[in-house]
């Protein structure tokens, strides 16, 4: 290990853009709080282990590495005062003593939802290891007032996790890396062979990051707070650059979908936070870390963007990233320049079936692929959101749109990855789908049973003892055909269909303003419904049946901010008019659930009997 006295003397939160070192130092101040609050019964081990990892935080601030004082930076709170050594040293043995009495016989942590987990012990396992590291590396544990006391504890606890963590399993993707990061870390300080070996075979499987730079969770959530960070442990400890790499892709992936709000795009995402998007604040730390470190002008862009999100646990983080590598507390290079109309940025993730084109005055997120026709089945784990698109300009956003419809109850348009059409013009994507129902014949004679009894079989939509895969169906097709025109103030959604005439929906959860429209109803749950009012010349179009239908209806309402200030005007035409509803399909409404939206609701009611097309404009 290095020495500290190689390093030199430094100020480590003088490195800091604001406000990041008045929020560290009332990060550091907060410690004690902390730790008093985890004193009674029901303490989780890894905040036990975040205090001890803030307590070496705070020692190497104001220790003889640190130059920093202890006075609160300017514009802080008046209360953002570090603690003294003492207290440092005394709450730091106090949160390892409760972590102590947490550790089974197995070595794992007790304390969560999931019982002696390795994967979840390894997560408090970093945090000690690396508090462990840094206090020899640092020398944080010499004088009367140094952390050496915490040494023998630290090894005590790390040596009876290690076994656990060396025959232990996992249960989601990013487990794999933060166990991993564990099992080096104990290899770094004991060299406990096992502890690499095991590692080792973990990485033998390949890191699960997708082609376009995404991990195969497709979450920003943990990309953030475990596969980033895991794998620069990994890269560190390993010397394995291609590690480092790969949580590089993985890092600007996330700044490319980093909004000009600080939030990330999570449509595609197969974990919890496909729901919304994800406060960029907590993707602080490996965005500015990369962005110091490489000098890449998007990551410096995304890592500004996010910088007033950020909280106290973002700014000790990146602090904690910056002690094991001094280049993560680098400064920033200039952020590539914002798109613009005549500049728009287009990232396509394909992997993922997620499209962002930003013209700086509208960004819309195309979103596609999710795993639903792939599973048969909406489920924990897998990408199920049903949002076609979002459309944000100026504070107005379409936060999400949806098409549902009334066929066979298999819920609303989930198409296939989004493709770039040729072609000169705006920028334009097309979408793709087809759902089918389908009516089963009889058994042939040879697979009936006189018993009547057959095997029970999940046939995409329901289950039911009837051996479906024994059987001839006749199929119900309905097709569904998009394209997405962008230009730099307005988008405009073009839906066409084959198959039978079914009624259909638009859903449009809206945000930012006031919803205004002479053709606006309320229905009895309070979401607007918006009727067809005028008409215009008829359009003939000739369905897969053959059967002839004409469309030409008109409904328009406008999204207005509640200082009039701007206004999103929402245009559709086609086959408009017909029973205003969601249906979230089978999977949801078997257990009485729904997926549906809240906010400010718009149903534009249609039929897939013509054409159907939504404009979103800004003006």
Do not use: K
């Amino acid at each position: 290990m290095p020495a500290a006295a190689e390093t030199g003397p430094f100020d480590p939160l003088a490195l800091l853009p604001a406000p990041l070192p008045g929020l560290a130092r009332a990060g550091l101040a907060g410690v004690p709080p902390r730790a008093a609050a985890l004193r009674g019964p029901g303490a989780r081990h890894r905040a036990l282990g975040r205090v001890v990892r803030d307590v070496v935080l705070a020692r190497w601030v104001t220790g003889p590495t640190g130059g920093a004082d202890s006075a609160a930076e300017p514009g802080a709170s008046a209360g953002a005062r570090q603690p003294t050594s003492d207290d440092l040293a005394g709450l730091a043995l106090e949160a390892l003593g409760r972590l102590r009495d947490l550790q089974s016989l197995s070595g794992t942590f007790r304390s969560g939802d999931n019982v002696d987990s390795p994967p979840d012990s390894a997560f408090t396992l970093n945090d000690l290891a690396w508090a462990r590291r840094a206090i020899e590396v640092e020398g944080l544990q010499a004088g009367p007032d140094g952390l050496g006391g915490l040494l023998p504890v630290l090894d005590e606890l790390l040596a009876a996790a290690a076994p656990a963590l060396v025959t232990g399993g996992v249960h989601t993707p990013n487990h794999r890396w933060e166990i991993s990061a564990a099992l080096v870390r104990l290899w770094e300080l004991t060299g406990r062979f096992d502890c690499r070996a095991r590692a080792e075979q973990w990485l033998a499987e390949g890191v699960d990051l997708q082609a376009d730079g995404l991990f195969s969770e497709r979450s920003a959530n943990y990309a953030a707070h475990v596969s980033v960070p895991s794998l620069l442990v990994l890269a560190r400890v390993l010397g394995r650059g291609e590690l480092r790499e790969a949580a590089d892709r993985a890092t600007r992936a996330q700044a490319a979908l980093t909004g000009p709000d600080g939030m990330i795009e999570t449509l595609a995402s197969r974990r919890q936070d496909q729901g919304a998007p994800f406060d960029g604040g907590a993707m602080l730390p490996v965005l500015h870390a990369h962005a110091a470190r490489t000098g890449d002008p998007l990551t410096a862009r995304a890592a500004r963007r996010v910088l007033p999100r950020a909280d106290t646990e973002a700014a000790l983080t990146l602090l904690a990233l910056g002690l094991e590598d001094r280049s993560a507390l680098g400064t920033l290079p200039a952020p590539a320049p914002d798109p613009s109309a005549d500049a728009p940025e287009v990232h396509e993730f394909t992997d993922s079936g997620l499209t962002v084109v930003d013209h700086g005055t509208t960004r819309v997120v195309i979103h596609g692929g999710t795993d639903t026709a792939v599973l048969g089945r909406v489920t924990s784990g897998a990408a199920s959101n049903p949002t076609l698109l979002r459309v944000a300009a100026g504070g107005l956003d379409v936060r999400e749109l949806r098409l549902s419809r009334d066929f066979f109850s298999l819920g609303p348009l989930r198409p296939e990855r989004p493709h770039r059409l040729p072609g000169p013009g705006p920028i334009r994507f097309g979408v793709e789908e087809r759902v089918v129902g389908q009516y089963f014949h009889p058994l042939a004679t040879a697979d009936c049973s006189p018993s009547g009894a057959y095997g029970l079989e999940f046939n995409g939509r329901f289950a039911a003892a009837m051996d479906f895969s024994r059987r001839t169906a006749d199929e119900v097709a309905l097709e569904t055909r998009g394209t997405i025109e962008m230009h730099p103030a307005r988008t405009v959604l073009r839906l066409e269909f084959s198959g039978p005439a079914t009624a259909l929906c638009l859903l449009l959860a809206l945000d930012g303003g006031e919803l205004a429209g002479e053709r606006l109803e309320l229905d009895e749950q309070g979401r607007h419904v918006l009727r067809p009012g005028e008409t215009e010349p008829a359009t003939r179009r000739v369905t897969a049946d053959e059967r002839e239908e004409t469309t030409g209806a008109i409904a328009t309402a406008e999204l207005v901010a509640a200082d009039g200030s701007g206004r999103l005007r929402l245009s559709a035409r086609g086959a408009l008019g017909g029973p205003a509803f969601y249906a979230p399909g089978e999977a949801f409404t078997f257990l009485g659930g729904t997926d549906e939206p809240t906010g400010t609701i718009l149903l534009i009611p249609a039929s897939s009997a013509g054409d159907l097309e939504l404009e979103i404009a800004a003006g």
